[in-house]
């Protein structure tokens, strides 16, 4: 047994203080859903664990803004996937959470929390029978000559091709979501498509924030593309499971062409992954299936797969495509 400082501070202000005061080895739990499963697995050990779950200013939930929506990084991922508002308005978010884990979990789970979940490569999770350096920097990599069906084919380094898993920072990413944050230096903002680090040499470091650093929301700048965007996610059974491939798409069409564009891909890369060359192909062409169809493949024209993963290539560019269907039809084409 390990045993671990346990705080419950006031404020989120004490909170961040607390972070700052408890040092490398101290981790927030909201949901703890993945804190305790890491923990039980023995690939965390956190020396303090600084509860925020009760800090009620932290759990805003607000969909009706004329600007923006506003997700506090302890609202429950099952309270915002119920949000009728969402369903209807930006039914990407709302089905990138509801697709995601299962109803007990995201009645436990919170949307700051989630966006900081870590990879589910079985040699991380596995513990010290394998190297890996994500979980021992400088050990190596299990997964490089492993089975590598899980691995990223966007974004690996030759130190960590491991997946980032979660589904909502995806199709976050596709809206050019921002991530409020504080800490003992005060406020600031991150473009949700920075908080991810690419593995590089230090895949340890998985974000940019600091240690002493936690997010306080997470805003949405509001698109007429909401409306007409989806989550589609194919995975190896239909519920309960992470993504194999996903895309979060949403487009806007004006004179029968696409006015905007916004593509998003899960399951393939080391972190949410936004497609400029995807969309690129869509801007100013009617939405049929075989823009649809080109558009998945740029997507995935940079990919390196390895051995076992190479069917996610082809995957991925239909997992694309069938989600710009979806898309067009929500459009009302
Ligand atoms: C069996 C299983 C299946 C799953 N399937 C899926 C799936 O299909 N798709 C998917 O997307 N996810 C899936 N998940 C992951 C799940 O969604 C996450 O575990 C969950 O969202 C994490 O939220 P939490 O509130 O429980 O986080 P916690 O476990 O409480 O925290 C996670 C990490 O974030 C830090 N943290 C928490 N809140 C803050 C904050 N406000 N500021 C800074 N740091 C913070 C914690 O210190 C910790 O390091 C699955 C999980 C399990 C166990």
């Given at each position: 047994m390990r045993s671990f400082t346990y705080l419950r501070p006031a404020t989120p202000a004490e909170a961040v203080e607390a972070i700052a005061d408890g040092g490398p080895g101290t981790r927030l739990l909201s949901g703890g859903t993945t804190l305790h499963?890491?923990?039980?697995?023995?690939?965390?050990?956190?020396?303090?664990?600084?509860?925020?779950?009760?800090?009620?200013?932290?759990?805003?939930?607000?969909?009706?803004?004329?600007?923006?929506?506003?997700?506090?990084?302890?609202?429950?991922?099952?309270?915002?996937?119920a949000d009728r508002r969402l369903q209807q308005d930006y039914p990407a978010l709302s089905e990138a959470l509801s697709k995601a884990a299962s109803q007990q979990l995201r009645n436990m789970a919170r949307l700051g929390g989630n966006l900081l979940q870590r990879t589910r490569c079985a040699y991380f999770r596995g513990g010290d029978a394998f190297p890996c350096n994500k979980r021992a920097p400088g050990s190596g990599c299990a997964a490089r000559d492993g089975v590598d069906r899980g691995n990223a084919l966007l974004g690996a380094s030759d130190a960590c091709a491991a997946v980032y898993p979660g589904d909502w920072a995806v199709a976050l990413a596709a809206f050019d979501a921002v991530v409020d944050t504080l800490s003992p230096r005060g406020e600031r903002s991150i473009p949700l498509l920075d908080l991810h680090r690419e593995p590089g040499s230090t895949p340890d470091v998985e974000t940019t924030l600091a240690p002493?650093?936690?997010?306080?929301?997470?805003?949405?700048?509001?698109?007429?593309?909401?409306?007409?965007?989806?989550?589609?996610?194919?995975?190896?059974?239909?519920?309960?499971?992470?993504?194999?491939?996903?895309?979060?798409?949403?487009?806007?069409?004006?004179?029968?062409?696409?006015?905007?564009?916004?593509?998003?891909?899960?399951?393939?890369?080391?972190?949410?992954?936004?497609?400029?060359?995807?969309?690129?192909?869509?801007?100013?062409?009617?939405?049929?299936?075989?823009?649809?169809?080109?558009?998945?493949?740029?997507?995935?024209?940079?990919?390196?797969?390895?051995?076992?993963?190479?069917?996610?290539?082809?995957?991925?560019?239909?997992?694309?495509?069938?989600?710009?269907?979806?898309?067009?039809?929500?459009?009302?084409?």
């Open positions: 499963d890491l923990m039980k697995l023995g690939v965390e050990a956190p020396l303090t664990i600084i509860d925020i779950t009760h800090l009620d200013a932290l759990a805003q939930l607000d969909t009706s803004g004329p600007e923006e929506l506003v997700f506090g990084a302890l609202a429950r991922m099952s309270d915002a996937a002493d650093e936690l997010i306080v929301r997470i805003r949405v700048p509001r698109t007429q593309a909401g409306r007409a965007s989806t989550y589609h996610k194919i995975r190896d059974r239909e519920s309960y499971a992470f993504a194999l491939t996903s895309a979060a798409v949403a487009v806007r069409l004006s004179a029968g062409v696409v006015a905007e564009a916004r593509v998003a891909l899960g399951g393939v890369a080391t972190r949410p992954w936004r497609s400029p060359e995807a969309e690129d192909v869509l801007l100013g062409q009617p939405l049929t299936e075989d823009v649809a169809q080109r558009a998945g493949q740029a997507a995935f024209a940079a990919a390196t797969p390895g051995t076992h993963n190479t069917f996610k290539v082809e995957l991925g560019a239909r997992t694309v495509a069938d989600a710009l269907m979806i898309a067009r039809q929500r459009a009302g084409e």
